[in-house]
């Protein structure tokens, strides 16, 4: 059986920047940045920027918004604003540029501890490919390649796994996460007028139910003249799957304050961590496709 294992932990305050971008990189990094020192002077320990901070969402604007993490304007800021500020900062995301094959761009968060230093980064593992008829049709795959390894980063307010937007649908990243101590899941994210409604807050709620964890998406503000329309409403979520903090589509920061304490008396008063029967989910990690029977059989 599995016990529930916690990173050692402690409270902190986490805001979440619901920031209203524009197509102007520089003037999207200068609003960051001091979105970021205001947070810190609310009170706030780790801060989220939303997916894509840098640039409008859009597979055609990715190459031209795209860096070098070696050589990159957004992460010297995020990098310098964590140090001023003193705080966590999960730094939304931004197009990356591969450092050695020019014409490969990921989806990438960077992470940056008080002291600047970048302790992480975690490509987008499942790339935004859908297709709704008449209502939105979006393909990141057109022009970013899709990251390959999950990411759990350590704070000193304990260990937070990352995920990015579409990420979130596939829950095994926040099950993984949980099994490996972490407090909490942070996406940055942007979902759509269409599936926001949808699942937004819906697929939150169930990632920290099942995982007994706190969960926090982290959106764009809505801009209606922009060609990506964000659905907004960046929210906190605690670990018995109750919104704590939340938001309309306008421009704002979000602030809740985590105690790990939560994560550890909801997974003892309904102990699922020592309920699971491993033994018998074998198939979970098999690729399986349907047959023409309805049955699911391994893909070869
Ligand atoms: N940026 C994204 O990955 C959007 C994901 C989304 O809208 C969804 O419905 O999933």
């Not at 599995?2 to 920031?19: E, R």
């Not at 007028?193 to 959106?219: F, I, K």
């Amino acid at each position: 059986m599995t016990q529930s294992v916690l990173s050692p932990a402690s409270k902190f305050k986490l805001a979440l920047i619901q920031l209203g971008g524009s197509a102007n990189k520089q003037a999207n990094l200068t609003k960051a940045r001091s979105q970021v020192l205001e947070a810190a002077k609310q009170g706030a320990n780790v801060v989220v920027l939303p997916e894509c901070f840098n640039s409008p969402y859009g597979t055609n604007f990715f190459p031209e918004y795209a860096e070098k993490l070696s050589s990159s304007p957004s992460v010297d800021m995020l990098s310098s604003v964590a140090k001023e500020a003193g705080v966590y900062l999960f730094g939304g995301s931004i197009p990356e540029r591969d450092e050695k094959d020019d014409d490969k761009l990921y989806n990438t968060l960077t992470v940056f501890d008080p002291s600047g230093k970048m302790i992480a980064t975690h490509r987008k593992v499942h790339l935004f490919d859908i297709d709704v008829p008449g209502k939105i049709r979006f393909i990141e795959s057109e022009t970013l390649s899709a990251g390959d390894s999950l990411t759990h980063v350590d704070t000193k307010y304990g260990k937070i796994g990352v995920g990015i937007c579409y990420d979130i649908r596939f829950p095994e990243l926040a099950m993984v996460a949980a099994r490996k101590g972490c407090v909490a899941m942070l996406y940055p994210g942007a979902f759509n007028l269409t599936t926001g409604p949808m699942h937004w807050e819906l697929l939150q709620r169930a990632r920290a139910m099942d995982n007994q964890m706190y969960v926090a998406a982290c959106s764009p503000a809505r801009d209606m003249t922009a060609t990506y329309h964000a659905w907004g409403h960046s929210t906190v979520v605690d670990p018995k799957g109750m919104v704590v903090a939340t938001c309309d589509e306008k421009e704002t920061i979000v602030y809740a304050d985590i105690d790990p304490e939560e994560v550890q008396s909801i997974r003892s008063s309904i102990p699922l961590y020592d309920q699971r029967r491993f033994d018998i989910y074998g198939d979970v990690a098999e690729t399986v496709v349907i047959d023409e029977n309805g049955n699911g059989v391994k893909k070869q």
